[in-house]
Nanobody, 121 residues
Framework: QVQLVESGGGLVQPGGFLTLSCAAS????????MGWYRQVPGKQRELVAR???????DYADSVMGRFIIYRDNTKNTVVLASGILKPDDTAFYYC???????????????WGQGTQVTVSS
C-alpha cells in the first residue's frame, strides 16, 4: 500500500516563509514526478510546482521566484520551500506523486491528505 504523508503548513504572516514536506512510503519500485498542488474552496486544484526524478522543475507563474521544490530520491521525499508568502497563497496544499508500486504494474497517481496554509496578519 503506497501512501503520501505531508507535514508542515499552518498560519504565517504575509512576507513570511513556510516549508512543506511529503514522504512517500509503502511498497515502491519507482517514483516519476513528485509535486505540490493547491486548492481553495470553489476553485479547481492547481499546480504549484513539480519535479521529475532527474530534478527537472516546473513552477506556476504565480510562485516563480518565491517557491523552491526539491526532492531526495533516496528517501522518497519532496519539499516545497515557500517564501515571500502572500494572502493569495492561502489554500489547501496537496502532495502528489506518480508511483509504480511493488505489484509491477503501470505508474499510478497518488495524493496526500493535504495540509492547510493560511497567510494572514
Amino acid at each position: 500500500q503506497v501512501q503520501l504523508v505531508e507535514s508542515g503548513g499552518g498560519l504565517v504572516q504575509p512576507g513570511g516563509f513556510l516549508t512543506l514536506s511529503c514522504a512517500a512510503s509503502g511498497s515502491i519500485i519507482d517514483i516519476d514526478v513528485m509535486g505540490w498542488y493547491r486548492q481553495v474552496p470553489g476553485k479547481q486544484r492547481e499546480l504549484v510546482a513539480r519535479i521529475t526524478s532527474d530534478h527537472t522543475t516546473d513552477y506556476a507563474d504565480s510562485v516563480m521566484g518565491r517557491f523552491i521544490i526539491y526532492r531526495d530520491n533516496t528517501k522518497n521525499t519532496v519539499v516545497l520551500a515557500s517564501g515571500i508568502l502572500k494572502p493569495d497563497d492561502t489554500a489547501f496544499y496537496y502532495c502528489y506523486a506518480r508511483i509504480r508500486g511493488s505489484s509491477g504494474g503501470p505508474f499510478g497517481d497518488y495524493w496526500g491528505q493535504g495540509t492547510q496554509v493560511t497567510v494572514s496578519s
